[in-house]
């Protein structure tokens, strides 16, 4: 479905506050915001709590229905969507983690504990950690961190976040392998 032209005039009055388009908008973004949660889910290694459903609400809930967010355009919405998502996961495993090592001190084992989709706490830790790097990352280089965003969480191609960025192609892809090369010294 493509977007409506508009799209971008919408999104700002919704994040502006504007409740009355809220649901309008919600209804013409969510099938790439699906494929964003899709792509961000597949990422982990663990099996995540949530299903892409439940990801997009978590941002619209917490995020973007509140207001808040600097629209500059469509494409722009959905890194900054990619961005929430990365966040709401992290935050979620930081909680799962918190939970395990609770959990282990009543002498339960991970594989035991009610409700658990994975296998070893490792994960939940990389994922934490990864989350913190990002945090450093962009306070390092913002522009090295928003480009790793949208190609590793969001799935967009390096040729899209040229486009989206109005960077060249090769400073696209310097930018993103200096952001992956300093999250693996790093990890």
Same mark, same amino acid.
């Given at each position: 479905?493509?977007?409506?032209?508009d799209l971008?005039? !919408?999104?700002?009055?919704?994040?502006?506050?504007?409740?009355?388009?809220?649901?309008?908008?919600?209804?013409e973004v969510l099938p790439e915001l699906h494929k964003i949660a899709v792509q961000a889910l597949?990422?982990?290694? @663990?099996?995540?709590? =949530?299903?892409p459903t439940e990801l997009i609400n978590e941002v619209w809930i917490r995020n973007f229905s509140k207001g808040g967010w600097k629209v500059?355009?469509?494409?722009?919405?959905?890194a900054i969507a990619a961005q929430a998502m990365r966040w709401v996961l992290v935050d979620n495993?930081?909680?799962?983690?918190?939970?395990?090592?609770?959990?282990?001190q009543g002498a339960l084992s991970i594989d035991e504990v009610?409700?658990?989709?994975?296998?070893?706490?490792?994960?939940?830790?990389?994922?934490?950690?990864?989350?913190?790097?990002m945090e450093k990352l962009e306070k390092h280089d913002r522009a090295a961190a928003r480009i790793f965003d949208l190609? @590793?969480?969001?799935?967009?191609?390096?040729?899209?976040?040229?486009? =989206?960025?109005?960077?060249?192609?090769? !400073?696209?892809?310097?930018?993103w392998e200096k952001a992956r090369d300093w999250l693996k010294l790093r990890l």
């Open positions: 479905m493509p977007l409506s032209p971008t005039a !919408q999104l700002r009055r919704c994040s502006a506050g504007d409740r009355e388009i809220a649901e309008a908008v919600l209804a597949r990422r982990e290694r @663990y099996m995540a709590p =949530l299903d500059e355009s469509r494409d722009h919405f959905f495993a930081r909680h799962r983690l918190a939970q395990c090592r609770k959990d282990a009610p409700g658990s989709a994975f296998t070893s706490g490792t994960d939940l830790e990389e994922i934490v950690r990864l989350g913190a790097l190609h @590793y969480f969001a799935g967009f191609s390096l040729e899209k976040i040229a486009e =989206l960025t109005e960077l060249s192609l090769r !400073q696209v892809r310097s930018r």
